[in-house]
């Protein structure tokens, strides 16, 4: 009788105190803390990963016989580049082209001074992991500050909003910080699927000449008994060239006397969507904010040359980290895919344009 | 041992509470397993069929010759460079 009273007792004290915690908000208080701390545990994830990749690009600095690369990677880690005013439009795409190639020309010239004596392919490898760790530095400073903000101004909506979303964002981060690596190194990456394309066209036709313009390959050769143009970012180091300005400026040059323009890209694939299916459609596939984008549009649109477009699909992750088999055989069911476009589409001796658009690290031409 | 209804509850609902707890603590210190990746460089005579998959090496890229094809002596080209993940 006397053990019974006793656990009346207790079972009233929890019930008492679940219903105090329930009506003083300490419940709320409690879980939280426990999201805060989650949160910070997995902001000092990021922390490490943006702390691990600026070590390692000014490890990479220093062996290539950069003076002080600490105090320019510090300078540069926080670089920004302010999207152009959108409630004006007239003239954007140039505006953005404008601030775009300001954002490249500046970290190139810092590059360039900073590694005097370094080729042009380690400075293109060390300007995307460069990259990479700003991306990398935003995102932990980014979280930190709604971290900060939600205690000091304890709110748990905040928290609580980014506790769901902290998995998705670990992913981009971890993602991220692999993607250092292939960069680092050299590695073709999921979104390099284009340029291997473009490669493999290059390797199985045969080639009348090649010329680089804007960083950018231009390749005539003879494919299927047509003229072909095949057009690359210039590999093999880190560089996504300017395909769209080439593209159009080639339509130009010929007077719109193409019969045939097919891009081929990397493209994020749906839920439930297997790596490296490959899809057909029309418009212009490349990735880019907008000025090559457009520029295929509208060289295209002008002199009303179909535009084809292929994509291989991966998801982000794959995008950025180095390139997985079932991509690379993608790649390579992509370039017959190419080639029975242009046959179908087009008739013997006809000029057709092929754009393999991406980052061509480890890819050359 | 008996137990009464009341204490069978108590236990039950003590036991509900250390596994939930255990549980949020497991959420925060457990990291999803990475799949351990190798990558490899495939490459193939310029001449004949003869194809060899190799470790990849810093500085290998597609496109580049490297090497002799042991069936015809002419050079080895990088065709293709991946990652394959590790079964364990």
Same mark, same amino acid.
């Given at each position: 009788?006397?053990?019974?009273?006793?656990?009346?007792?207790?079972?009233?004290?929890?019930?008492?105190?679940?219903?105090?915690?329930?009506?003083?908000?300490?419940?709320?208080?409690?879980?939280?803390?426990?999201?805060?701390?989650?949160?910070?545990?997995?902001?000092?994830?990021?922390?490490?990963?943006?702390?691990?990749?600026?070590?390692?690009?000014?490890?990479?600095?220093?062996?290539?016989?950069?003076?002080?690369?600490?105090?320019?990677?510090?300078?540069?880690?926080?670089?920004?580049?302010?999207?152009?005013?959108?409630?004006?439009?007239?003239?954007?795409?140039? =505006?953005?082209?404008?601030?775009?190639?300001?954002?490249?020309?500046?970290?190139?010239?810092?590059?360039?001074?900073?590694?005097?004596?370094?080729?042009?392919?380690? $400075?293109?490898?060390?300007?995307?992991?460069?990259?990479?760790?700003?991306?990398?530095?935003?995102?932990?400073?980014?979280?930190?500050?709604?971290?900060?903000?939600?205690?000091?101004?304890?709110?748990?909506?905040?928290?609580?909003?980014?506790?769901?979303?902290?998995?998705?964002?670990?992913?981009?981060?971890?993602?991220?910080?692999?993607?250092?690596?292939?960069?680092?190194?050299?590695?073709?990456?999921?979104?390099?699927?284009?340029?291997?394309?473009?490669?493999?066209?290059?390797?199985?036709?045969?080639?009348?000449?090649?010329?680089?313009?804007?960083?950018?390959?231009?390749?005539?050769?003879?494919?299927?008994? $047509? =003229?072909?143009?095949?057009?690359?970012?210039?590999?093999?180091?880190?560089?996504?060239?300017?395909?769209?300005?080439?593209?159009?400026?080639?339509?130009?040059?010929?007077?719109?006397?193409?019969?045939?323009?097919?891009?081929?890209?990397?493209?994020?694939?749906?839920?439930?969507?297997?790596?490296?299916?490959?899809?057909?459609?029309?418009?212009?596939?490349?990735?880019?904010?907008?000025?090559?984008?457009?520029?295929?549009?509208?060289?295209?649109?002008?002199?009303?040359?179909?535009?084809?477009?292929?994509?291989?699909?991966?998801?982000?992750?794959?995008?950025?980290?180095?390139?997985?088999?079932?991509?690379?055989?993608?790649?390579?069911?992509?370039?017959?895919?190419?080639?029975?476009?242009?046959?179908?589409?087009?008739?013997?001796?006809?000029?057709?344009?092929?754009?393999?658009?991406?980052?061509?690290?480890?890819?050359?031409? | 041992?008996?137990? #009464?209804?009341?204490?069978?509850?108590?236990?039950?609902?003590?036991?509900?509470?250390?596994?939930?707890?255990?549980?949020?603590?497991? #959420?925060?210190?457990?990291?999803?397993?990475?799949?351990?990746?190798?990558?490899?460089?495939?490459?193939?005579?310029?001449?004949?069929?003869?194809?060899?998959?190799? #470790?990849?090496?810093?500085? #290998?890229?597609?496109?580049?010759?490297?090497?002799?094809?042991?069936?015809?002596?002419?050079?080895?080209?990088?065709?293709?460079?991946?990652?394959?993940?590790?079964?364990?």
């Amino acid at each position: 009788m006397a053990d019974s009273s006793w656990l009346d007792y207790v079972w009233q004290l929890m019930f008492i105190t679940f219903f105090i915690m329930i009506i003083t908000g300490t419940n709320q208080r409690i879980q939280m803390k426990i999201w805060i701390y989650d949160i910070r545990s997995k902001l000092n994830v990021i922390r490490s990963y943006a702390e691990s990749s600026r070590a390692k690009i000014i490890d990479a600095l220093r062996k290539l016989g950069a003076r002080d690369p600490e105090y320019s990677i510090a300078k540069y880690i926080d670089f920004f580049a302010i999207s152009p005013v959108e409630i004006e439009p007239i003239d954007i795409i140039k =505006r953005l082209d404008h601030i775009l190639r300001t954002e490249e020309r500046a970290i190139k010239n810092f590059f360039e001074k900073l590694l005097p004596n370094a080729g042009k392919y380690e $400075r293109s490898l060390l300007e995307s992991s460069l990259e990479v760790a700003i991306v990398l530095n935003y995102l932990y400073k980014v979280i930190r500050h709604y971290i900060l903000l939600g205690e000091k101004q304890n709110n748990w909506v905040l928290i609580m909003q980014l506790q769901l979303q902290m998995p998705e964002i670990m992913k981009v981060a971890a993602t991220y910080y692999k993607a250092l690596d292939a960069f680092m190194s050299a590695k073709p990456v999921g979104d390099s699927v284009g340029a291997i394309v473009a490669y493999r066209l290059i390797e199985e036709s045969n080639v009348l000449s090649r010329k680089i313009v804007e960083d950018t390959a231009i390749v005539e050769a003879r494919l299927a008994s $047509r =003229r072909v143009f095949i057009i690359k970012a210039e590999g093999p180091g880190s560089n996504v060239g300017k395909p769209g300005k080439v593209l159009s400026d080639l339509v130009e040059e010929f007077n719109g006397n193409i019969d045939l323009v097919i891009t081929v890209d990397a493209a994020l694939k749906l839920e439930g969507e297997e790596d490296g299916e490959i899809s057909e459609g029309v418009g212009a596939a490349i990735g880019d904010p907008g000025p090559e984008k457009i520029a295929i549009e509208r060289a295209t649109a002008k002199y009303n040359i179909p535009l084809r477009a292929l994509v291989i699909k991966m998801d982000l992750a794959s995008a950025l980290k180095p390139l997985k088999k079932e991509l690379y055989e993608a790649a390579e069911r992509a370039v017959d895919y190419v080639k029975r476009l242009i046959v179908e589409n087009t008739l013997e001796n006809a000029t057709v344009i092929v754009a393999g658009i991406g980052n061509t690290v480890g890819v050359a031409q | 041992m008996n137990f #009464d209804q009341n204490t069978l509850i108590m236990i039950a609902i003590v036991a509900m509470i250390i596994a939930t707890i255990v549980k949020t603590l497991l #959420d925060v210190y457990r990291r999803p397993k990475e799949p351990v990746t190798v990558v490899k460089t495939l490459l193939k005579c310029i001449e004949c069929d003869y194809i060899q998959e190799v #470790d990849y090496q810093q500085g #290998d890229f597609i496109g580049l010759l490297k090497g002799k094809c042991p069936k015809c002596s002419s050079s080895l080209r990088v065709r293709g460079i991946y990652a394959i993940e590790l079964k364990e």
